[in-house]
C-alpha cells in the first residue's frame, strides 16, 4: 500500500520558522548591550550574547550551567541573585539604573540592567531575561560634567560681575547671585521671565535684537541704568557687554548679558572734574582782580 502526503505548506512553514530563527539570533547576537537568560530554579546561565562575552571577559561555554556565585565577588553575586529572585516572584519586571560588576579583563563597569521575568504557559517564571547597557564612559562623562557644573555655579555666584543667560526671545534663563541681589530678588525670580517685559527699553531692544539676529557681540561703556523695581537707589553707571552663545552651526542659541558696576569710577570722574573746573574759575577770578 503506497500513499502520498503534500508537505509543501509544512516545508514552507518549516523554512520560515528557521528564517524567522536566523533573523533572531543574528539581532541578538548584533545587539550592542549584553542580552543574557537564566533558568529560574537556579539562575544559571542558559544563554549569552556576543556583546556580553566582549564585557564579562567570558566565553559563553564558560558560564553556561553556571550563576553569578561562580564568577563575581560575593557582594555583587548577592546584589544580583537578590533582583533575580524579585523579578521572578515578584514584580515580574525591574529597572536597575546602576549597577556595578567587576568584568574578568575590563575592570569594574556599570551597568544599566533591564530585567524581566518569562514565564510558562501556566504563568511559572521559567526563566529571566536581561538586558544591560554598559554606561560606564556615560556616567563618569555625567559625573564630570556634574563637577564642572558645580564650579561653574561656584564662580558665577561668587562673582561681583553682574551674569544673565536668556534665550533668543530675550527670556532669563539663569542669572547669577550678584545680577538677583542688585535688584533685591532671587535668582529663581528672574526664569521664564522677559527681560524687557521686566526692564522696558527700546534703545536696549534693539541692540539686544540686532545681537541675536547677527551672532555679533556688543560692548557699551558707563551706560546710566535705573533699577526698575528698585527707584530708591537711584541711577547705577554700568559697562555691560552683550555676548552671543551659537550651536555648531552658528545659529544664535542663547545671549549672555553681563553688567559691571562702575558708578564710583564714574562720580569719581565727575567730582575730579567739578573740582578741575573750580580750580579754573577760582584762578579766573584771582587773575581779574590782579
Known amino acids: 500500500i ?21 533573523l533572531l539570533n543574528s539581532v541578538v547576537e548584533n545587539i550592542p548591550s549584553m542580552i543574557f537568560v537564566k533558568r529560574a530554579d537556579d539562575l544559571s546561565f542558559s544563554m549569552l550574547n556576543r556583546a556580553g562575552e566582549d564585557l564579562l571577559g567570558f566565553q559563553r561555554d564558560e558560564l553556561f550551567g553556571k550563576n553569578d556565585h561562580d564568577f563575581f565577588p560575593a557582594e555583587q553575586a548577592d546584589f544580583s541573585t537578590a533582583r533575580d529572585r524579585k523579578v521572578l516572584n515578584e514584580t515580574g519586571h525591574l529597572d536597575i539604573a546602576e549597577e556595578p560588576i567587576d568584568t574578568r579583563l575590563k575592570g569594574r563597569r556599570i551597568l544599566h540592567t533591564q530585567k524581566i521575568a518569562l514565564r510558562d504557559a501556566q504563568g511559572r517564571p521559567e526563566f529571566l531575561l536581561g538586558i544591560s547597557e554598559d554606561i560606564t564612559e556615560r556616567k563618569a562623562a555625567e559625573d564630570a560634567l556634574h563637577a564642572n557644573n558645580q564650579l561653574l555655579n561656584a564662580v558665577l555666584d561668587t562673582t561681583p560681575v553682574l551674569i544673565a543667560y536668556l534665550d533668543p526671545d530675550m527670556n532669563f534663563v ?43 557681540a556688543h560692548v557699551t561703556q558707563a551706560k546710566p541704568f535705573e533699577y526698575a523695581h528698585s527707584p530708591e537707589r537711584g541711577t547705577t553707571h554700568w559697562d555691560w557687554a552683550l555676548t552671543p552663545i551659537k550651536d555648531d552651526d552658528g545659529k544664535v542659541i542663547g545671549l549672555v548679558l553681563s553688567l559691571t558696576n562702575v558708578t564710583d569710577r ?11 573746573l573750580a580750580k579754573r574759575v577760582s584762578l579766573r577770578r584771582c587773575c581779574s582782580r590782579t
Open 2 to 22: 503506497g500513499y502520498t502526503m503534500d508537505i509543501t505548506e509544512q516545508r514552507q512553514a518549516d523554512a520560515a520558522a528557521r528564517a524567522a530563527t536566523t
Open 174 to 216: 539663569r542669572v547669577n547671585r550678584a545680577y538677583a541681589e542688585a535688584d533685591h530678588r532671587t535668582p529663581g525670580y528672574f526664569v521664564g521671565k522677559n527681560h524687557f517685559a521686566l526692564y522696558p527699553n527700546a534703545e536696549n531692544e534693539l541692540i539686544f535684537r540686532r545681537v541675536a539676529e547677527t551672532g555679533e
Open 266 to 276: 564714574i562720580e569719581a570722574l565727575e567730582a575730579a572734574e567739578r573740582s578741575e
